[in-house]
């Protein structure tokens, strides 16, 4: 994962900080049994470490450490209004870590958060006992892996499994699990439900070279994606966000080109395509730790407290991607964030 | 530039002697030492916590220390358990008001890393709470460090500095009877450790100051370029500041502004005669971007 490391930087996780209060408990012990050479520095909460000012992102990137925490207060949250929710009415989101390992440039984690160390929240059965709270009063769309990617987490957390185990038991809860990583064991082992959503953000593998480092190539995602559908399991293909780069049309052609060659796209769930937008204060905070990253130095169009590309060349990018899609899946298939 | 901050002048003999440093005569609060070509600036701040904070901030205050630049608080300290050794302290917790610090471990290193406790007195075995202190935090008993600055250092400097710039390297010189420890003996035990400390010094400084540094900065031709091309536009502060990100952003993404500039001018589309003709080449020009 974290192969390319330059050997002057401590080892990714050397040092992983725990809560005192979650010292003893089950999930702690097992992921802390993984990582036996690591320095554990305990801690009184987790904020003490992850929200210290003036840290930076950039740099700890190269030496990510992980923190063992309790989620406290609100469990599960209503979804975003720049978020896509796929015509589900009651559409929320939970963050059982945050933070990801991999390190795309334009990521809002990155203006979301002070920190770049990862934070996992061993509690997950209180998040569980949330979900099925909700659960006693409506059906429930619950995206798991937006503040992170869990996927890629998975041999060392395995909450992809505790969820998916979770869901066969609720009908009517529905989560989406988000990623960039192709782990192929992962989806050599999968079982299929039809209520556990794989959701693969695809990019030009122009854009993961430029910007999404250490993620899978678009080659092994498109496997992965494909691998999955294979087996019975809903997925969908997010292209969002689509990334404005020189020669983007190009770019963009070339991996339809490459999508339509691996998936068999009758068998896909859906798909999303939407523009890079970003909220004016996280796009503040990323330029400060980012000075040198081409792709949130774009002159944006700012509207509402939301920053995207400009009108003209959002609807360009958009309409390229629907259009080519149209020409393959039914139009209900499709969702564009801004429709 | 390497801000390093000892507690007492027998810890900073071995820096003045390494490095060459010269006191600063102009500073007449504390003993400061200095040798800008080395890049280092080195304080005596006295000791105690109050001593610790009011040098960390009237340095940095004065020098205003850049993303560039590191801090080093280095002198002997305490042990509960051990006899000797060189630590780099992974979290500082102060005495007196239970506050937990935790400096960026970023970087490799050879050193053993420890707690470190930083007290009012110095610590005396005989006489010990600060232990139950960590205890309670942590309920296991690892052993301690003990001085009488680092949470000091670390709150007064964390106004200047990253906690990734933040180092804090002690060296074990007792087991709780700091007076038994003479200067003389202090100043040997530096000694003894001045090689390892050296080269993490030289080590780490060169790696902030290579992390830190921009691959992008525009050169003075390219300022230059910038602000011809904005007063042949007649440009308003709005949109020189506009076109400011548009140049940043072909830069970054490695496109040729330059040439681009340079070829209005060679089509005699610039300069522009008015405000508004400067309006319209600039809508032109950003069209032409994207």
């Known amino acids: 994962m974290k192969n390319l490391k330059k050997d002057y930087f401590n080892p990714f996780?050397?040092?992983?900080?725990?809560?005192?209060?979650?010292?003893?408990?089950?999930?702690?012990?097992?992921?802390?049994?993984?990582?036996?050479?690591?320095?554990?520095?305990?801690?009184?909460?987790?904020?003490?470490?992850?929200?210290?000012?003036?840290?930076?992102?950039?740099?700890?990137?190269?030496?990510?450490?992980?923190?063992?925490?309790?989620?406290?207060?609100?469990?599960?949250?209503?979804?975003?209004?720049?978020?896509?929710?796929?015509?589900?009415?009651?559409?929320?989101?939970?963050?059982?870590?945050?933070?990801?390992?991999?390190?795309?440039?334009?990521?809002?984690?990155?203006?979301?958060?002070?920190?770049?160390?990862?934070?996992?929240?061993?509690?997950?059965?209180?998040?569980?006992?949330?979900?099925?709270?909700?659960?006693?009063?409506?059906?429930?769309?619950?995206?798991?892996?937006?503040?992170?990617?869990?996927?890629?987490?998975?041999?060392?957390?395995?909450?992809?499994?505790?969820?998916?185990?979770?869901?066969?038991?609720?009908?009517?809860?529905?989560?989406?699990?988000?990623?960039?990583?192709?782990?192929?064991?992962?989806?050599?082992?999968?079982?299929?439900?039809?209520?556990?959503?794989?959701?693969?953000?695809?990019?030009?593998?122009?854009?993961?070279?430029?910007?999404?480092?250490?993620?899978?190539?678009?080659?092994?995602?498109?496997?992965?994606?494909?691998?999955?559908?294979?087996?019975?399991?809903?997925?969908?293909?997010?292209?969002?966000?689509?990334?404005?780069?020189?020669?983007?049309?190009?770019?963009?052609?070339?991996?339809?080109?490459?999508?339509?060659?691996?998936?068999?796209?009758?068998?896909?769930?859906?798909?999303?395509?939407?523009?890079?937008?970003?909220?004016?204060?996280?796009?503040?905070?990323?330029?400060?730790?980012?000075?040198?990253?081409?792709?949130?130095?774009?002159?944006?169009?700012?509207?509402?407290g939301y920053c995207h590309y400009p009108d003209s060349l959002m609807e360009e990018m958009e309409c390229f991607l629907t259009g080519q899609f149209s020409e393959k899946i039914g139009r209900e298939k499709i969702f564009r964030w801004n429709v | 530039m390497v801000y390093i901050f000892t507690a007492l002048y027998c810890e900073a003999q071995i820096f003045i002697r390494q490095f060459n440093l010269t006191k600063n005569l102009e500073n007449t609060w504390f003993q400061e030492f200095q040798n800008e070509e080395a890049h280092i600036r080195l304080t005596v701040t006295g000791v105690g916590e109050i001593a610790a904070a009011a040098a960390v901030s009237s340095i940095c205050s004065m020098y205003r220390?850049?993303?560039?630049?590191?801090?080093?608080?280095?002198?002997?300290?305490?042990?509960?358990?051990?006899?000797?050794?060189?630590?780099?302290?992974?979290?500082?917790?102060?005495?007196?008001?239970?506050?937990?610090?935790?400096?960026?471990?970023?970087?490799?290193?050879?050193?053993?890393?420890?707690?470190?406790?930083?007290?009012?007195?110095?610590?005396?075995?005989?006489?010990?709470?600060?232990?139950?202190?960590?205890?309670?935090?942590?309920?296991?008993?690892?052993?301690?460090?003990?001085?009488m600055e680092a949470a000091a250092v670390y709150q007064a400097g964390i106004h200047f500095f990253a906690p990734h710039q933040m180092n804090f390297l002690k060296i074990v010189s007792d087991n709780g009877n700091a007076a038994a420890v003479s200067r003389e003996q202090a100043a040997l035990l530096m000694e003894t450790c001045q090689d390892s400390i050296l080269d993490y010094i030289t080590r780490i400084a060169a790696l902030t100051q290579k992390n830190a540094s921009r691959k992008s900065e525009p050169s003075v031709d390219e300022e230059q370029l910038f602000e011809t091309f904005c007063a042949d536009l007649h440009c308003s502060r709005a949109m020189r500041d506009s076109m400011k990100q548009y140049i940043r952003y072909l830069a970054l993404s490695g496109m040729d502004y330059t040439g681009m500039i340079r070829e209005l001018y060679e089509k005699k589309l610039l300069p522009c005669k008015d405000k508004k003709e400067g309006k319209q080449r600039f809508e032109e020009f950003k069209k032409r971007l994207f």
């Open chain 1, 13 to 304: 996780f050397s040092h992983i900080y725990v809560e005192k209060s979650v010292r003893n408990h089950a999930r702690t012990q097992k992921i802390l049994a993984k990582f036996p050479s690591a320095r554990i520095i305990e801690i009184g909460h987790y904020k003490d470490v992850f929200c210290r000012s003036r840290q930076n992102l950039r740099l700890q990137h190269h030496s990510q450490k992980l923190i063992l925490a309790a989620r406290q207060g609100t469990l599960l949250y209503e979804g975003a209004p720049v978020c896509q929710r796929f015509g589900n009415e009651h559409f929320y989101y939970t963050s059982c870590a945050m933070n990801c390992v991999f390190d795309c440039e334009y990521c809002y984690l990155k203006g979301m958060y002070p920190s770049a160390n990862i934070v996992v929240f061993v509690n997950l059965e209180d998040i569980f006992a949330e979900a099925e709270r909700i659960l006693e009063h409506h059906s429930l769309y619950l995206c798991v892996s937006y503040d992170t990617d869990l996927l890629a987490l998975e041999p060392l957390i395995g909450y992809v499994q505790e969820w998916c185990d979770f869901a066969s038991r609720h009908d009517h809860l529905t989560i989406e699990i988000r990623t960039k990583c192709a782990s192929k064991t992962f989806v050599q082992h999968a079982t299929p439900l039809p209520n556990v959503i794989y959701a693969y953000t695809i990019s030009p593998q122009a854009v993961i070279e430029a910007f999404e480092h250490h993620t899978a190539s678009l080659a092994d995602r498109l496997s992965c994606a494909a691998g999955l559908m294979h087996a019975g399991c809903p997925v969908r293909l997010c292209f969002d966000p689509m990334i404005y780069m020189p020669g983007w049309k190009q770019h963009y052609q070339e991996m339809m080109d490459q999508v339509l060659c691996t998936i068999d796209v009758d068998k896909m769930l859906d798909i999303s395509i939407g523009t890079f937008r970003i909220s004016q204060d996280y796009l503040k905070n990323m330029r400060k730790q980012e000075p040198d990253s081409a792709v949130i130095w774009f002159p944006f169009q700012k509207d509402d």
């Open chain 2, 65 to 147: 220390p850049s993303q560039t630049d590191l801090l080093l608080n280095v002198g002997i300290c305490a042990h509960t358990d051990k006899k000797d050794g060189i630590f780099l302290c992974n979290e500082i917790i102060e005495q007196a008001t239970g506050k937990t610090f935790y400096p960026d471990m970023l970087y490799r290193h050879n050193f053993c890393e420890g707690t470190i406790v930083t007290g009012m007195l110095p610590w005396n075995s005989k006489k010990d709470t600060s232990n139950d202190l960590h205890h309670a935090k942590t309920d296991t008993h690892v052993g301690n460090l003990h001085d």
